[in-house]
Nanobody, 125 residues
Framework: QVQLVESGGGSVQAGGSLLLSCANSQSAYIPYCMGWFRQAPGKEREGVATIIRGGDTNYADSVKGRFTISRDNSNNTLYLRMNGLKPEDTGMYYC???????????????????WGQGTQVTVSS
């Protein structure tokens, strides 16, 4: 059973940076598609960025140029470097993984096989 565990969330002021990590407990399984999603209070969960096993990425327009998604397949960990944080980036950030390639293609589906429990990011103005 794949278990995704996020870490790295916290509270920062606008303009600050955070590095989120997502560890996959099942080291023998390297998902083809992995991604970060976020959900603000009262809003639907939305895609932030995705990355396939080979490294190709997609980003939401709202985070392009500020966020960078990456993955280390050798230790089965997904990252999200967030720079230039804005108050509208506040929300619970979830890691997701799926074996299907189309889950990394835009427009993103929220039907991923595996989800983490989330890590909170709060950006104050």
């Amino acid at each position: 059973q794949v278990q995704l565990v996020e870490s790295g969330g916290g509270s920062v002021q606008a303009g600050g940076s955070l590095l989120l990590s997502c560890a996959n407990s099942q080291s023998a399984y390297i998902p083809y598609c992995m991604g970060w999603f976020r959900q603000a209070p009262g809003k639907e969960r939305e895609g932030v960025a995705t990355i396939i096993r080979g490294g190709d990425t997609n980003y939401a327009d709202s985070v392009k140029g500020r966020f960078t998604i990456s993955r280390d397949n050798s230790n089965n960990t997904l990252y999200l470097r967030m720079n230039g944080l804005k108050p509208e980036d506040t929300g619970m950030y979830y890691c997701a993984a799926d074996p299907r390639a189309n889950r990394c293609l835009l427009p993103w589906s929220r039907e991923y096989n595996y989800w983490g429990q989330g890590t909170q990011v709060t950006v104050s103005s």
